[in-house]
């Protein structure tokens, strides 16, 4: 069993910055790509960005990239997602997901992950 809690999520203007956290209790993380994921409302679940099991590949989504950065801290079973020039088209739930597998490069298919968190808000105003 694992547990997935994000933080970090709020209200931002259009152009500024959040940081999410995501910390992973239970089954260790720091064998397992990692990933974000979110949903807008009337939306479907769509992929943010995802981290190998070593934090040496990154993925992103195109309307992300250069603007978004994953990282994880393995001895904090945690996974970070810092969001730059934040636009009113970034607002939705975020979502942590860890991958099934152990040793994975992580990617954007839904069904690499199976634990999700909650999820946290972010809502950015224009």
């Known amino acids: 069993q694992v547990h997935l809690v994000e933080s970090g999520g709020g209200l931002v203007q259009a152009g500024g910055s959040l940081r999410l956290s995501c910390a992973a209790s239970?089954?260790?993380?720091?064998?397992?790509?990692m990933g974000w994921f979110r949903q807008a409302p009337g939306k479907e679940r769509e992929f943010v960005a995802s981290?190998?099991?070593?934090?040496?590949?990154?993925y992103y989504a195109d309307s992300v990239k250069g603007r978004f950065t994953i990282s994880r801290d393995d001895a904090k079973n945690s996974v970070y997602l810092q969001m730059n020039s934040l636009t009113p088209e970034d607002t939705a739930v975020y979502y942590c997901?860890?991958?099934?597998?152990?040793?994975?490069?992580?990617?954007?298919?839904?069904?690499?992950?199976?634990?999700w968190g909650q999820g946290t808000q972010v809502t950015v105003s224009s």
């Open positions: 997901t860890t991958a099934k597998n152990l040793y994975g490069l992580g990617g954007s298919r839904v069904s690499l992950y199976d634990y």
């Open positions: 239970g089954r260790t993380a720091s064998s397992r790509a």
């Open positions: 981290i190998s099991w070593n934090g040496g590949r990154t």
